[in-house]
């Protein structure tokens, strides 16, 4: 419930306001940014769904741009170049840290085996 009442008034505020950047044109994306907001605001941030939601808007981003290539200037393309560049390496780093995660639970489970026996 507090989520819908959240996203309303986002839009409504987004319609009263003409001097304010429009809003994304594509829910997903909208959705995306509010999620996001969302996860910045938490008492204790998880840094993987932080993470996730930004590649989530940062692939919206490189969409959009793709389907607009051709009007696109110079600048354009190096801000696209650097985007891709981002949420790459923001996806190896949250794959690198799953595996870290990963591990710490293997190791974890074979000392409780060892204290078992």
Do not use: G
Request: charged share 30%; with cysteine; glycine share 0%.
């Amino acid at each position: 419930m507090c989520l819908i009442q959240k996203n309303t008034e986002f839009k409504e505020n987004s319609k009263t306001n003409p001097s304010q950047e429009s809003p994304p044109k594509s829910p997903t994306a909208a959705y995306a940014m509010f999620m996001h907001r969302e996860e910045l605001r938490r008492r204790k941030i998880h840094v993987s769904r932080v993470s996730a939601t930004k590649i989530h808007l940062t692939s919206e981003l490189i969409e959009r741009t793709k389907q607009n290539i051709r009007q696109c200037s110079f600048e354009d393309l190096e801000i696209l170049a650097r985007e891709t560049l981002f949420k790459k390496n923001l996806q190896r780093h949250l794959y690198y840290r799953r595996m870290q995660i990963h591990q710490w639970m293997m190791i974890k489970k074979k000392q409780q085996a060892k204290e078992k026996k």
